[in-house]
């Protein structure tokens, strides 16, 4: 669910930060594929921060009584 919601936010994201600084397509691909794409990357890149923060907490800050 979480991935998803960030899909969505990051590709609505893009869609208002790139498609108005005209940046039309990579390698020509229509700009939707493209904004798809880089959202696709957001995700990724978020995914991974929010395992390995979650996996620092647990291992230096979690007490277990």
């Known amino acids: 669910m979480d991935l998803g919601v960030g899909y969505v936010l990051s590709w609505g994201v893009s869609m ?9 397509s990579i390698a020509g691909e229509p700009v939707g594929v493209t904004v798809a794409l880089i959202s696709l990357v957001y995700v990724v890149v978020s995914f991974i921060r929010k395992y390995i923060i979650r996996r620092c907490y647990e291992r230096f800050f979690r007490c277990d009584d």
């Open 16 to 24: 208002l930060m790139l498609v108005p600084l005209g940046i039309g």
